[in-house]
């Protein structure tokens, strides 16, 4: 996942069991909402009512894994939005992980 999926288009369905490992019971019976990102990644929410239960984001495809997952570490920035549109533009222009770009601009 390169940025923070949104559903942009969503279909509803009758429900069709559970769809998070953590179950929500009171969201069980009514209707499924397949959400779908504008990436293509697609997630389930059962709705009844105010309840909610929440699957994962599931990519279409996995992108392409960090160069640098040996000997790093994770860590959690706050960046402007533009910014991290920037750089995922950019990974998606030379095929690499958000987090190669990151790392070879902060080596430059
Ligand atoms: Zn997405």
New binding site residues.
């Given amino acids: 996942?390169t940025?923070r999926?949104?559903a942009e288009k969503s279909t509803d369905r009758p429900f069709a069991g559970p769809v998070a490992r953590r179950q929500t019971v009171a969201a069980h019976g009514n209707i499924t909402r397949i959400e779908v990102?504008?990436?293509g990644?697609q997630r389930s929410v059962a709705i009844n009512g105010v309840h909610r239960e929440r699957g994962e984001?599931l990519d279409p495809q996995p992108g392409p894994a960090p160069k640098y997952a040996g000997g790093s570490r994770v860590v959690s920035v706050r960046l402007p939005r533009g910014l991290v549109d920037e750089l995922d533009d950019e990974a998606a222009r030379s095929g690499t992980a958000r987090s190669d770009v990151i790392v070879e601009r902060l080596q430059r």
Avoid: K, P, T, Y
Wanted: aromatic share 12%; with cysteine.
């Fill in positions: 996942m940025h999926h949104r990102c504008a990436c990644a984001w």
